[in-house]
């Protein structure tokens, strides 16, 4: 049932590189949570179906995709498989992609059940993504949404993963911020009740201790 397990989640959206996966490890650290980076499954629905050479312009044969790797995982234990080495999902071919494998509506379907199945088990999660606090756990009594320019995103990836050169991953951000926002199945959005935080000018630590008294105030406590 949707919305069942909101109160066990904290939610981080926001666009691409913005930082999310780095203050949420932070965050599932100080406050014992589990973490999931939701942006993973559609990574992986995508690398397969360009291993499969299957177009992922086409919508029926990627979730019938989907379905069979679901299959193959044993339902959600996709989301966390360790089956697949971060670089090859971070491969250019897959940043182009996982844009149109995520603007498949039965697709995302799937992976919301997942996740949605995934919280169930645990007791309190953290989980980074686009819809996470709009369409996923929209009652989640903690949401952040997390933005910063896309210059400096762009040069924070670029210093992170040395993978490619600034100029094509500002390109690539850009380009996959629009596809997120403009698409018709749970667009790219900040959740009304989300605390925003732009973090163009802010250190990741001056985030994470922004995003901890937040949690704090909400109750969580730190681990030990
Ligand atoms: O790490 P980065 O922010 O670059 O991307 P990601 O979180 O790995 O997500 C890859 C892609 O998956 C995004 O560009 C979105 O198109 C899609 N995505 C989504 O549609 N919904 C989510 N909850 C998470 C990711």
């Not at 589990?34 to 690398?47: K, M, Q, V």
Request: glycine content about 4%.
């Amino acid at each position: 049932m949707p919305g069942q397990h909101d109160s066990t989640v904290v939610a981080v959206d926001g666009p691409a590189a913005a930082g999310k996966t780095t203050t949420c490890r932070a965050l599932a650290k100080s406050f014992d949570l589990r973490y999931l980076e939701s942006g993973r499954t559609y990574r992986i629905i995508a690398f397969e179906a360009l291993q499969r050479e299957i177009p992922v312009g086409n919508a029926q044969e990627i979730t019938e995709l989907c379905d069979e790797l679901i299959v193959e995982s044993r339902s959600a234990e996709l989301l966390t498989s360790e089956r697949y080495a971060s670089d090859k999902l971070r491969a250019a071919p897959v940043n182009v992609a996982v844009s149109a494998v995520a603007r498949i509506a039965d697709v995302r379907r799937r992976v919301t059940s997942l996740i949605r199945l995934w919280a169930e088990t645990q007791t309190r999660c953290v989980i980074e993504g686009r819809d996470i606090g709009t369409t996923i756990f929209p009652k989640a009594p903690l949401k952040f949404f997390l933005t910063a320019t896309p210059e400096v995103r762009a040069l924070r990836r670029v210093r992170q993963e040395h993978a490619d050169t600034y100029e094509n991953v500002l390109k690539d951000v850009i380009r996959r911020d629009e596809a997120d926002m403009s698409r018709a199945a749970s667009p790219l959005v900040a959740a009304e009740d989300a605390i925003r935080i732009d973090t163009s000018e802010l250190t990741l630590d001056q985030v994470v201790s922004r995003m901890s008294s937040a949690c704090r105030k909400r109750g969580l406590e730190t681990s030990r």
